[in-house]
């Protein structure tokens, strides 16, 4: 015979499930409102969803300004920044029109990005200028390279930073978790994708085009006329080197090889690096410190003789090779000579050697005084930022 439970016993069981049921289900909320784990599953959140519209890059500056200022980044330091922040608000617009970001959310765009802009422009300077040989601006115009290879630079540059920003702006302002965004729409792509398909590549390409046309107009023009200048120059170290290059290159048809060229050029460098004194030199007296102070500019490349020789000249049959061909390869060897140089102690060397002159000249004059004075050799900053005067002077629209 079966025990049927009582009627208040089974009231409590209810009651006790109930109680129980309820208080998990307020524990679970209350674990994924705080993005705790449950039963050691963590919250996932959803990716921020964003839909792509129609929007074009939009960016308004001066071309023949713009390479003015990459090819001499040192005279026109204030400009260079200017370029940088320009530059990077009109990505950072372009990308935030093409997500249909919020009006609320747009003027933080700018607040955003100025957070960052203060380390990113000397980042930009210091990286261009590292990769810009700012002393070789004479044989590049001789070889139709100058303004060309100041935008090549200057992509280089601008592609190392601009997915980091884009990424870090856009996520900032959306609140994402970890920086996840699922976005849809027409020509679905990644912010920083975006950036650089739709800005950065256009705007280079742009570029490129004026400085051919600039770099193509100098050459013809260069050197019209003997240039006689007056020279103060102090050089202290000499680099000899010797480089070699080959190169072949293929004619094809039908994917197969009917012809080759082949060249070899090797070639030696005479560099000389010291320092060039119209710039700066200041000689001191500081009386307190019983001091003799002589300011010299920044240690540079004052001379460079590259002599190339052709040891092989190989030309295939249907293979004509053209003038370019030889003078780009003899330029690229002229470049890496002076990367070596540049890259190595040659710099230092020639500071340590500029002192050890300066003891040789001034010493025995000094000495000689019988005050107790001694030398001391300084090296003062060459490149302060130009004016807007010198840029009117140098006919420049150059923004502020």
Known sequence: MAIKPVGGAANILKTILGLGLGGFLVFYAFKLVTGGSVGGYSFIPQDVQVTYVQSDFKYDFNDEDALAILENPQRYNREFNQLVYDFNMALLQHVANRMNLPDSLMPLVAVEYDKHHAYLK???????????????????????????????????????????????????????????????????????????????????????????????????????????????????????????????????????????????????????????????????????????????????????????????????????????????????????????????????????????????MLSPLIIAQNRGYSLEVKFGNTNPEYTEEQAKYDGLNLRN
């Open 122 to 360: 000397r980042l930009y300077y210091e990286d261009y200028i590292a990769l810009k040989d700012t002393t070789s601006s004479i044989y590049r115009q001789w070889y139709d390279s100058e303004a060309s290879s100041s935008v090549e630079f200057f992509h280089e540059v601008a592609a190392k930073y601009t997915c980091f920003l884009i990424n870090h702006v856009i996520s900032t302002l959306l609140k994402t978790e970890d920086g996840n965004i699922s976005v849809k729409g027409r020509q679905v792509d990644t912010p920083c994708g975006v950036a650089m398909t739709e800005g950065l590549d256009p705007l280079i390409n742009r570029l490129k085009e004026s400085a051919a046309i600039r770099d193509f107009s100098r050459s013809k023009g260069y050197l019209e006329e003997r240039v006689e200048k007056v020279v103060a120059e102090l050089a202290t170290m000499e680099l000899r080197d010797k480089k070699g290059l080959n190169k072949q290159m293929m004619t094809k048809f039908l994917g197969i090889n009917v012809s080759s060229t082949e060249f070899e050029v090797s070639a030696i460098s005479i560099l000389k690096v010291g320092f060039d004194l119209q710039k700066l030199f200041k000689i001191d007296m500081d009386t307190d410190a019983k001091k003799i102070i002589v300011t010299l500019p920044q240690p540079e490349i004052l001379s460079h003789e590259v002599f190339p020789r052709f040891d092989k000249l190989d030309i295939g049959w249907l293979r004509e090779v053209e003038d370019q061909d030889f003078n780009q390869n003899i330029d690229l060897l002229r470049q890496e000579f002076r990367r070596d140089a540049l890259e190595s102690d040659i710099m230092e060397k020639a500071k340590t050697q500029a002192k050890d002159l300066m003891e040789t």
